[in-house]
Protein backbone atom coordinates (compact mmCIF):
# COMPACT_ATOMS: atom_id res chain seq x y z
CA UNK A 1 0.00 0.00 0.00
CA UNK A 2 3.24 2.39 0.84
CA UNK A 3 4.00 2.06 -2.34
CA UNK A 4 0.97 3.09 -4.03
CA UNK A 5 1.07 5.58 -1.86
CA UNK A 6 4.47 6.89 -3.04
CA UNK A 7 3.17 6.77 -6.56
CA UNK A 8 0.37 8.71 -6.04
CA UNK A 9 2.27 11.43 -4.43
CA UNK A 10 4.98 11.57 -7.02
CA UNK A 11 2.28 11.80 -9.49
CA UNK A 12 0.33 14.93 -7.77
CA UNK A 13 3.42 16.27 -7.38
CA UNK A 14 4.95 16.05 -11.20
CA UNK A 15 1.29 17.44 -12.16
CA UNK A 16 1.58 20.65 -9.81
CA UNK A 17 5.07 21.18 -11.00
CA UNK A 18 3.85 21.26 -14.84
CA UNK A 19 0.91 23.45 -13.30
CA UNK A 20 3.04 25.89 -11.82
CA UNK A 21 5.57 25.57 -14.70
CA UNK A 22 2.63 26.42 -17.05
CA UNK A 23 1.25 29.20 -14.88
CA UNK A 24 4.84 31.50 -14.14
CA UNK A 25 5.03 31.01 -18.38
CA UNK A 26 1.39 32.24 -18.77
CA UNK A 27 1.83 35.63 -17.56
CA UNK A 28 -1.32 35.86 -16.18
CA UNK A 29 -1.73 36.46 -12.34
CA UNK A 30 -1.68 33.41 -9.56
CA UNK A 31 -5.51 34.35 -9.13
CA UNK A 32 -6.49 34.63 -12.78
CA UNK A 33 -4.41 31.41 -14.01
CA UNK A 34 -6.26 29.52 -11.61
CA UNK A 35 -9.35 30.89 -12.04
CA UNK A 36 -9.11 30.23 -15.51
CA UNK A 37 -7.81 26.36 -14.52
CA UNK A 38 -10.81 25.77 -12.22
CA UNK A 39 -8.07 24.96 -9.38
CA UNK A 40 -8.55 26.25 -5.70
CA UNK A 41 -6.22 29.21 -5.30
CA UNK A 42 -5.45 27.31 -1.83
CA UNK A 43 -4.26 24.12 -3.20
CA UNK A 44 -2.03 25.96 -5.92
CA UNK A 45 -0.40 27.92 -3.00
CA UNK A 46 -0.24 24.63 -1.12
CA UNK A 47 1.67 23.19 -3.95
CA UNK A 48 3.87 26.10 -4.77
CA UNK A 49 5.04 26.36 -0.96
CA UNK A 50 5.59 22.83 -1.29
CA UNK A 51 7.94 23.00 -4.37
CA UNK A 52 9.60 25.65 -3.33
CA UNK A 53 10.54 24.17 0.51
CA UNK A 54 11.61 20.57 -1.65
CA UNK A 55 13.57 22.58 -4.13
CA UNK A 56 15.72 24.75 -1.09
CA UNK A 57 16.06 21.37 0.87
CA UNK A 58 17.53 19.59 -2.30
CA UNK A 59 19.76 23.04 -2.75
CA UNK A 60 20.96 23.20 0.90
CA UNK A 61 24.30 22.26 1.91
CA UNK A 62 25.07 19.09 3.37
CA UNK A 63 27.54 18.31 6.00
CA UNK A 64 29.51 15.20 4.64
CA UNK A 65 32.10 13.37 7.56
CA UNK A 66 35.44 13.52 6.39
CA UNK A 67 38.11 10.65 7.81
CA UNK A 68 41.38 11.70 9.17
CA UNK A 69 44.68 11.05 7.20
CA UNK A 70 47.66 9.44 8.15
CA UNK A 71 50.45 11.16 8.12
CA UNK A 72 52.89 8.43 9.39
CA UNK A 73 54.75 8.99 6.63
CA UNK A 74 58.66 9.02 7.26
CA UNK A 75 60.50 12.27 6.70
CA UNK A 76 64.33 12.81 6.64
CA UNK A 77 64.64 16.62 8.27
CA UNK A 78 67.57 18.73 8.29
CA UNK A 79 68.19 22.07 10.25
CA UNK A 80 71.35 24.24 9.03
CA UNK A 81 71.73 27.76 10.19
CA UNK A 82 68.57 27.95 11.57
CA UNK A 83 66.79 26.83 8.40
CA UNK A 84 64.82 23.48 8.17
CA UNK A 85 64.45 21.13 5.03
CA UNK A 86 61.58 18.35 5.06
CA UNK A 87 62.35 15.59 2.97
CA UNK A 88 60.63 12.19 1.83
CA UNK A 89 62.51 9.39 3.80
CA UNK A 90 63.14 7.87 0.59
CA UNK A 91 64.81 10.52 -0.87
CA UNK A 92 67.89 10.07 -3.40
CA UNK A 93 70.77 10.84 -0.61
CA UNK A 94 73.69 11.57 -2.77
CA UNK A 95 71.33 14.40 -4.05
CA UNK A 96 70.72 15.42 0.02
CA UNK A 97 74.42 15.47 0.39
CA UNK A 98 75.16 17.16 -2.94
CA UNK A 99 72.99 20.21 -1.75
CA UNK A 100 74.23 20.40 1.98
CA UNK A 101 77.73 20.34 0.55
CA UNK A 102 76.57 23.15 -1.94
CA UNK A 103 75.08 25.21 0.95
CA UNK A 104 78.32 24.40 3.35
CA UNK A 105 80.61 26.31 0.51
CA UNK A 106 78.28 29.39 0.81
Known amino acids: MEEVLAVRDAFRAQQWAMLI ?7 LTKRA ?5 GISEKSFY ?7 SQAAEAAAPHLVQ ?10 LQIQYRGAELKLPADVDLDAVAALLRSI ?3
Open 46 to 52: YWLRKMR
Open 21 to 27: QECNSSG
Open 104 to 106: ASL
Open 66 to 75: LEPISQTEDM
Open 33 to 37: FCRQR
